[in-house]
């Protein structure tokens, strides 16, 4: 069903949005009570189990939406926030200098329209500060991509998939000392987020917002349905795709990467005890171009939807404006790339999801995965050895 009047697309139907909403509110409820031990923080869907910087934002949408009855206000916000971070994908898009024919491609899907107008979900404020992140290491404001993606992460823990590629990015492109401090400032903002639970219970607020032993429901998965509910359900498959989801990161940090520097991992490796001089460093940096970022980013974040062990509906929201990108970075053909994305789409909108439509969704990340790491292997080729060179000729000790 689609979130609009056809007499009048101006206007947002009010329809049911009662999957997360309630239960979001009912959680808000609690802590704007007074309750700040994570455990104890419950609605009708189970336990609270999202960090901090999502309990602040439904806070806010809880007062605003008169404790969140108000839906069509609620609605409305999504409605504004999906033009936002759409602007934002574009301008990304933009930045990496990615063509026009894909970005009809952006706009055109039902089921991303449905998670941010219909179900509300707490995955489009994460998605909207993921990109606004991108946009700002594209511009090369360091300070405020680090702040932004881990308020991303505070928002839920799914963008944790594109940190491999933002630890990547900040070593290439500052020195090892400013990245490291980049990254104890997204520590410190997870702390500042945290900090009214920490004292209360620190271990229950760990273990509920970034719960990596949780155990998912068969029923609900939309890209593993095909393998069964036993082998699903298995420990034997959980241990296949953590070891699938490292190995496919270390082959895109092994071969493409760390391209930019010309440098090998060990000749890399080496630079954190013999740095490289300033210059060296600058120019090293400035191989790191708005579409690199974007490119490994993206990649990242495909690479752990496609290992994931369920994914969800609403997980959508990071792959629909992945798709187009990485499908084009792939050197495929414009045709295909319509193919493609078309057949993702109805994949994502077969409710309940069904064999046929589960080996859909993981054959098109599978395409998405490996057709760019294939359509990349060029990439600073013609310029690696140089930079190598350039790089061992003014590496020196500090």
């Not at 704007?32 to 960090?51: A, F, N, Q, R, S």
């Amino acid at each position: 069903m689609w979130p609009y009047n056809l007499e009048n697309p101006l206007l947002i139907v009010e329809i049911d949005t009662e999957i997360d909403w309630i239960a979001y509110m009912q959680q808000v409820k609690q802590y704007l009570d007074g309750e700040c031990d994570y455990t104890k923080i419950k609605g009708d869907t189970g336990p609270l189990v999202y960090p901090a910087a999502h309990l602040y934002i439904y806070s806010a949408l809880y007062r605003i939406t008169d404790g969140g009855k108000d839906t069509l206000v609620a609605q409305i916000i999504f409605a504004a926030l999906y033009l936002g971070v759409l602007s934002l994908v574009m301008a990304c898009y933009t930045m990496a200098k990615a063509p026009a024919y894909i970005f009809p491609l952006l706009i055109l899907s039902k089921r991303l329209h449905s998670i941010f107008l219909l179900r509300l979900f707490n995955d489009c404020f994460a998605i909207g500060a993921l990109f606004l992140s991108v946009y700002a290491y594209q511009r090369r404001i360091w300070t405020v991509g680090s702040v932004t993606y881990s308020w991303a992460v505070g928002t839920k823990m799914s963008v944790l998939l594109a940190a491999p590629a933002v630890f990547s990015i900040l070593l290439l492109s500052l020195p090892l000392r400013r990245a490291l401090n980049a990254a104890f400032l997204m520590v410190q903002v997870q702390f500042t987020i945290a900090f009214p639970f920490l004292p209360v219970n620190g271990y229950g607020y760990i273990g509920r917002a970034f719960e990596f032993t949780r155990q998912f429901l068969f029923k609900w998965t939309v890209n593993w349905r095909f393998v069964g509910a036993e082998t699903f359900l298995s420990r034997e498959f959980s241990l296949v795709l953590a070891i699938s989801n490292l190995s496919i990161l270390l082959l895109f940090f092994v071969t493409r990467w760390i391209r930019p520097t010309g440098l090998s991992l060990p000749a890399l490796l080496s630079t954190i005890f013999k740095p490289l001089s300033s210059q060296a460093q600058q120019h090293m940096s400035l191989r790191i171009t708005p579409s690199f970022i974007l490119t490994t980013v993206l990649s990242s974040l495909s690479i752990g939807m496609l290992c994931a062990r369920s994914l969800h509906y609403q997980f959508f929201a990071y792959i629909a404006w992945s798709t187009p990108f990485l499908l084009w970075r792939s050197g495929m053909h414009p045709s295909l790339i319509y193919t493609i994305w078309a057949a993702q789409e109805w994949a994502w909108n077969v409710y309940p999801s069904t064999k046929i439509s589960s080996v859909v969704v993981v054959g098109c990340l599978s395409i998405q995965v490996f057709g760019i790491w294939w359509g990349t292997r060029k990439d600073f080729a013609s310029m690696s050895n140089a930079v190598g060179r350039e790089a061992k000729e003014h590496r020196h000790i500090e």
